[in-house]
């Protein structure tokens, strides 16, 4: 029963949009990453912006979730050019 009642912790707190973009595995993954980066984000912000930590412990913890989603944009493969494997000798 626990099991469920952190799936839906987890779902009210990170809840996910569908996406609509090119159907890819690797453009699936990221938009999951990056919708994560900005629920996270935003809660930093609320934190912040409420008192309950200060700007550069916000900014901090943003720069952490910045760099894990660009790690993962790096090992998806987002954005780079398809290497051309054809033979054209």
């Known amino acids: 029963m626990e099991e469920y009642d952190n799936a839906d912790k ?3 707190l990170f809840p996910r ?6 159907f890819k595995p690797e453009n699936l993954v990221f938009n999951a990453n990056l919708q994560t980066f900005a629920q ?4 930093i ?3 912040q912006t ?3 930590i200060s700007p550069e412990e916000a900014y901090k913890q943003i720069k952490v979730l910045w760099k894990k989603l660009k790690h993962s944009k790096k ?4 954005d780079e050019e398809p290497s051309d494997n054809s033979d054209n000798a």
């Open 75 to 78: 090992e998806l493969g987002i």
């Open 10 to 12: 987890e779902n009210f």
């Open 40 to 43: 996270k984000a935003g809660y």
């Open 45 to 47: 912000v609320n934190l």
């Open 17 to 22: 949009s569908r996406y609509y973009g090119q």
């Open 50 to 52: 409420s008192g309950k």
